[in-house]
């Protein structure tokens, strides 16, 4: 009788979904700073680099919280320190930040489902807005693709960038 209820319990907590320690293994996945390689997104049929095709930036993922910060890498310096308003109009075009609290799904065979509530960024346009992501983690490689509001061009589209691990 003993070797039954044991199994039967076994079997419920194998029924329940994974551990604790199996989701916070997908998690720690994310955790770390990686360099962005590549940013494109595509609205309909068309294809953008909406800060270039040599864009520069991070992306860290802490165990509560995710950062963005990319940047068109060819963009100019300013003249001085204090930017004029042509140069500060061109450096908010040319760069996006933004950060927030996250929370993570099972991972499946497309990757770990990530969604961001922002709640601090460079535009107000995503303040207080979720970006939702499929992460995809090889190795020192992570591919991230979703559907979000690009806020350089206001579209709403679907971008994927590639990161490598920075640590």
Same mark, same amino acid.
């Given at each position: ?13 194998? &029924?329940?979904?994974? !551990? ?5 293994? $997908? %998690?720690?996945?994310?955790?770390? !700073? ?45 003249? !001085? ?5 042509? *140069? ?15 929370? +993570?799904? *099972? /991972? $499946?065979? *497309? ?9 601090? &960024? !460079?535009?107000? &346009? ?9 992460? %995809? ?11 979000? +509001? ?9 971008? /994927?960038? *590639? ?5």
């Amino acid at each position: 009788m003993k070797g039954i209820m044991l199994a039967a319990i076994i079997a419920g907590a194998v &029924a329940a979904g994974p !551990s604790q320690a199996q989701q916070t293994t $997908t %998690k720690d996945r994310l955790i770390g !700073s990686w360099k962005v390689l590549s940013l494109k997104a595509t609205a309909g049929d068309k294809v953008t680099h909406p800060l270039g095709e040599q864009v520069a930036g991070y992306v860290t993922i802490t165990p509560t919280r995710f950062w963005l910060l990319f940047v068109d890498a060819t963009r100019r310096a300013p003249a !001085s320190a204090t930017l004029t308003d042509a *140069e500060s109009i061109a450096m908010m075009k040319t760069q996006v930040a933004w950060t927030g609290r996250y929370t +993570t799904s *099972e /991972e $499946t065979a *497309e990757g770990i489902k990530v969604t961001a509530h922002v709640d601090a &960024a !460079s535009s107000q &346009a995503i303040f207080d807005t979720d970006r939702v992501y499929v992460i %995809k983690v090889e190795g020192d490689r992570m591919m991230v693709k979703g559907t979000v +509001t690009v806020p350089m061009t206001g579209q709403k589209s679907t971008v /994927e960038f *590639e990161l490598a691990k920075s640590d």
